[in-house]
């Protein structure tokens, strides 16, 4: 789909909007208190900052969904508050749906509220009902303008001396990419139909099927999940909370891995648990497709690190980054190595992902190293996924249950070298 141009000037004044937008929403944030104890109420502080994210615009309720799954870095409170922009952002008007839909048993149902689409629950006449995700109205222009806003503070971010060496306006300009593919429904509906083959090999995965001819520009129509809720860890029994986190790792590890496929919006609106232990897949809208170089070298990342071979992640850091002449690659390597072998082996209580993402860039940036932008998006795939799943069961080995699926994305690539070479 085409994109509207988005010009300086109109950049600068959404950067203005937004900029009056936090401003106002500041100054009520006092006289709203003040009256809330007059009135001997408590005044709401999550609904607050939940609205004031939302009246931002879409592109910052992206990033506060993401945000939000990473109790280890925001209080649990704020996670808490910008966990209602998973699905109860406030509901667009209805849009006209098209007559397929409108043919159905009463009215359609609203289910869910996200940042650049609603999803309608309809019953179609023969009795069936069908998930329809309609966009938003407008979303196509104000979310461009969004993102060219991001763009262009990450070209401003680029030239801070603490972010030297820091791709900062490549991860940006693909981040913008990735968010600027989710308003393409017909791509979104390939990546789905894609996810439900791929992971239909996988037991307790379920992906709703897309149905195409129902479907439109403005509208993805899926099949309708009956019993999708989000639960909280104490709703599952402890056999059933494993098994949801070890299939969720696994799935999102398939894709990966085997696929180059990297799902970054994997928060509590997108992965369900169900009371069984099995999990719901939706959403394919914020997905990055790797390319075959850079899923490999990944996933032989990956997989060393899981080893505990520090040696060999440096060297396939440094076949993807580039370094400048005179770097000392050799302290690079001891430097990496010490970092892979502080945290290799670690449970999910244990290993702070996060943590390991910013020594590890630090280590390039001190050493002079451009990272490979395509090399983020796994790390923040597996950081959302990370943030969801800790609280369900925090001593799931990350490292040991993605070494089934390395083993396989590495022997395939093994298998295919004879034959690319004959």
């Known amino acids: 789909m085409t994109f509207p141009r988005i010009g300086g000037g109109a950049v600068a004044l959404r950067t203005a909007r937004a900029f009056a937008v936090l401003a106002g929403r500041s100054l009520l944030l006092g006289p709203a208190t003040a009256a809330a104890w007059l009135r001997g109420e408590r005044f709401d502080r999550d609904a607050w900052l939940a609205d004031t994210v939302a009246a931002l615009g879409p592109a910052f309720v992206k990033a506060a969904q993401l945000l939000s799954t990473r109790a280890d870095i925001l209080p649990p409170r704020t996670c808490r508050a910008l966990s209602r922009l998973h699905d109860q952002v406030r509901p667009a008007p209805p849009r006209t749906l098209p007559p397929a839909l409108r043919f159905g048993a009463g009215v359609p149902r609203l289910v869910g509220a996200g940042s650049i689409a609603c999803v309608y629950r309809v019953d179609l006449p023969d009795g069936q009902a069908v998930a329809a995700k309609v966009r938003r109205p407008g979303i196509v222009r104000s979310l461009s303008a969004d993102l060219a806003m991001l763009e262009r503070g990450a070209r401003v971010a680029a030239r801070l001396p603490v972010l030297r060496g820091v791709p900062v306006t490549a991860v940006a300009a693909q981040l913008a990419e990735s968010i600027r593919a989710q308003l393409d429904f017909g791509r979104e509906a390939e990546r789905l139909e894609g996810f439900r083959k791929a992971l239909s ?12 001819g129902l479907s439109t520009e403005d509208i993805l129509v899926m099949d309708f999940l009956d019993g999708l809720a989000r639960r909280r860890p104490e709703e599952l029994g402890e056999a059933e909370r494993r098994n949801a986190v070890v299939t969720a790792l696994r799935a999102v590890y398939r894709m990966l891995f085997l696929d180059g496929v990297v799902h970054c919006d ?12 099995s999990i719901v897949v939706l959403d394919a809208g914020f997905t990055v497709q790797l390319s075959e170089p850079a899923r490999e070298k990944f996933a032989a990342f990956f997989y060393c690190m899981s080893q505990g071979d520090g040696e060999a992640c440096a060297d396939i850091v440094l076949s993807t980054a580039k370094a400048p002449p ?56 597996l950081l959302v996924l990370e943030g969801t799943v800790r609280e369900f069961h925090p001593d799931v080995d990350f490292q040991r249950e993605a070494r089934p699926m390395l083993v396989t994305a590495l022997m395939e690539r093994v298998v295919a070298v004879p034959q690319e070479t004959r």
């Open 326 to 381: 005179g770097s000392d690659t050799a302290r690079f390597r001891a430097d990496l190595a010490a970092l892979v072998a502080e945290h290799t082996g670690r449970s999910a209580a244990d290993f702070d992902l996060v943590s390991f993402a910013a020594r590890l860039f630090d280590l390039q940036r001190g050493h002079g190293l451009h990272a490979d932008p395509q090399f983020v998006f796994p790390i923040l795939s």
């Open 201 to 212: 090999v996988a037991d307790g995965v379920t992906v709703p099927g897309v149905r195409p």
């Open 266 to 277: 994997l928060h509590p609106g997108n992965l369900y648990f169900r009371e069984d232990g």
